[in-house]
C-alpha cells in the first residue's frame, strides 16, 4: 500500500507542526548532499537489483524509541516532546501516536511496530489495561487509514512488569505463565485487527539468573509449550501474520535462551516448530554475543527462515543495549549482502529499533536519527547490489570449494566411500602448501571495499 500523498500535520488531527523545521516529506538531496533534513544516500523510487529501493527496505519505525525519555541509570530524561504532556491520560497517549505516524509519514516509512505496552495508559490490572488498548485501537487503525502506513508487527511487553522479574513463558510461578499467555492472545487478536505483517516474540527475561536454582528443561518445554499455543491460536482466529523470534545472549539475564540465531534454530527444530517461526534480528544483540550481525543473518538465511531485521547499532565494550542509530555502512553492507541473497525480508521489516543519544534531545533529532538509519542501510543496499552484479566475490567462494565437484569431493558427499577408501585417499594429501591454495581472503575483503566505493560514485 503506498503512502498518502499530499497529507499536513492538521490531517493527523494536530494543532501545531511537531517539526516545524519541515513541511514536506524528506526527500532525495544527491548522493551526499549537505542537507541533513534531505536524504543522501536513500533514493525511494530508483530501482536497483530489480526493485526499487523502498521494494528492498521496507522500513518500520518503532513506537517504544519514539516516545524515549532518554533516560538512563544516571539521571532522569532529557528528550524534549512539546506534544506529550506527561500525564497518563488515553488523550496524551492518542497525541503521542499523532505525532509519531506524522514523523513516520514525513520520512516516507510505511510500517511501524509496537508493543501493547506502548504508548497505552496501563491501568491497575491486565483487564484495565487491555480495555485501554482496546480504546485507543479506532486511532491507529485510522491513523493507519489515512496515511498508508501499515503495522509491521505486534507484540507483548512481558518483561517490565514486576510479575516477569523471573520470566514470563518460562516462569516459575503457574499464574504468571497465564498472565503473559492472556497478553500474548490479546496482542494476537489486535494484530489480526490491525493487519499486522508479523507478529515478534522477544523474552526480555526469559533465561534464569541463577542455574542452581533453575529447572532447565522444565522452562525450554513450558516455552515450547507457549509457542505452540500462540501458532494454534493464531489459526483458529484467523491471523495469517508471520511469527518471528528475536535472540539475544543476556542482560537483564544471566543467560538467555534465545541467546543467538544457531541456539534458537536449534529450539524450533527440536520442538517441532521450525514451519511456524522464523527470525527477527537485531545488530546490538549480535554484538552483545561478540558476533557480527552477518554471521546471524547468514545463519537465518542459509536455514531460511530470516523474517525481519532490527536495525540499529550498539556501542562496543559497552555490554549493555544502546541502540544507538545505525551509521555504520560495513555493517550496513554485512545486513543486505544476506538479505538480497534470500531474496529480500517476505513479509518483514526493517525496524528502527533504535534511540536517539542522550544529548539529541530535540525533536528534529528524531527525523535527523531516522534519516542516518535508512541512509546507511541504503548504502549498505547499493554495496549489496554491486557485489552481487559483479559477481566476483560469488565466484571466488565457489572458487574455494571447487575440490568438492571432483571425484572425490562427490563420493564423500555421497557416502559411497568405504571408511578404508576414505582414509587411503587421505593418506595421498600432501603437508607442503602451494600457491595456488591460497584463498586470499584479504583480496575478497578488498572486493567488498572498492564496491562501497563504486555504490556511490558520482
Not at 19 to 27: D, G, K, L
Not at 45 to 63: Q, W
Request: aromatic share 12%; glycine share 10%.
Amino acid at each position: 500500500m503506498p503512502l498518502k500523498k499530499g497529507l499536513t500535520y492538521k490531517d493527523f488531527g494536530l494543532t501545531e507542526n511537531p517539526f516545524p523545521e519541515v513541511s514536506q516529506p524528506i526527500a532525495f538531496g544527491g548522493i551526499g548532499n549537505k542537507n541533513p533534513l534531505s536524504f543522501g544516500c536513500y533514493n525511494a523510487t530508483e530501482v536497483l537489483h530489480g526493485k526499487t529501493m523502498e521494494e528492498h527496505l521496507p522500513f518500520a519505525g518503532a513506537k517504544w524509541h519514539f516516545d524515549n525519555p532518554l533516560a538512563d541509570i544516571f539521571g532522569p530524561g532529557t528528550s524534549l516532546a512539546p506534544w506529550d504532556d506527561g500525564t497518563d491520560s488515553m488523550e496524551n497517549a492518542e497525541r503521542k501516536y499523532r505525532v509519531f505516524f506524522y514523523a513516520l509519514y514525513l520520512l516516507g516509512i510505511r510500517h511501524w511496530c509496537w508493543h501493547d505496552w506502548d504508548g497505552v495508559p496501563h491501568g491497575a490490572n491486565l483487564k484495565e489495561f487491555h480495555d485501554n488498548i482496546d480504546r485507543i485501537l479506532p486511532t491507529m487503525e485510522k491513523l493507519q487509514q489515512l496515511s498508508g502506513i501499515q503495522c509491521g508487527w505486534t507484540t507483548q511487553n512481558l518483561f517490565s512488569l514486576q510479575i516477569y522479574r523471573e520470566g514470563a513463558a518460562t516462569a516459575n510461578q503457574a499464574s504468571v505463565y497465564a498472565h503473559a499467555w492472556a497478553q500474548t492472545k490479546k496482542m494476537l487478536e489486535v494484530g489480526k485487527r490491525l493487519g499486522a505483517k508479523n507478529h515478534v516474540f522477544w523474552g526480555g527475561r526469559e533465561g534464569y539468573n541463577h542455574l542452581l536454582a533453575t529447572m532447565l528443561a522444565l522452562e525450554g518445554k513450558h516455552l515450547a509449550t507457549f509457542l505452540h499455543m500462540a501458532v494454534d491460536y493464531a489459526k483458529k482466529i484467523g491471523f495469517t501474520g508471520q511469527f518471528l523470534i528475536e535472540p539475544k545472549p543476556c542482560e537483564p539475564s544471566t543467560f538467555q535462551y534465545d541467546q543467538t540465531s544457531l541456539v534458537v534454530i536449534g529450539f524450533l527444530f527440536r520442538n517441532g516448530l521450525d514451519k511456524s517461526f522464523k527470525l527477527n534480528i537485531e545488530t546490538n544483540h549480535a554484538q552483545l554475543a561478540n558476533i557480527t550481525m552477518l554471521h546471524e543473518l547468514t545463519v537465518a538465511q542459509q536455514f531460511g527462515l530470516l523474517g525481519g531485521i532490527d536495525v540499529n547499532e550498539g556501542t562496543y565494550g559497552n555490554g549493555w543495549d544502546t541502540d544507538r542509530f545505525l551509521g555504520d555502512p560495513v555493517i550496513a553492507f554485512e545486513i543486505m549482502h544476506p538479505v538480497l541473497k534470500a531474496g529480500g525480508l517476505g513479509s518483514g521489516v526493517f525496524n528502527f529499533d533504535a534511540k536517539r543519544y542522550r544529548a539529541s534531545f530535540a525533536p528534529i533529532d528524531l527525523l535527523h536519527a531516522h534519516i542516518l538509519g535508512m541512509d546507511s542501510i541504503a548504502w549498505g543496499l547499493r554495496t549489496a547490489v554491486v557485489v552481487a552484479e559483479d559477481g566476483d566475490l560469488d565466484k571466488a567462494v565457489q572458487a574455494r570449494y571447487e575440490s568438492w565437484k571432483s571425484s572425490l569431493g562427490q563420493k564423500i558427499e555421497a557416502g559411497s566411500l568405504s571408511f578404508e577408501d576414505l582414509a587411503a585417499e587421505g593418506y595421498k594429501m600432501p603437508w607442503k602448501l602451494t600457491p595456488e591454495q591460497s584463498s586470499h581472503h584479504e583480496a575478497l575483503r578488498s572486493i567488498v571495499l572498492r564496491a562501497m566505493m563504486r555504490a556511490v560514485r558520482g
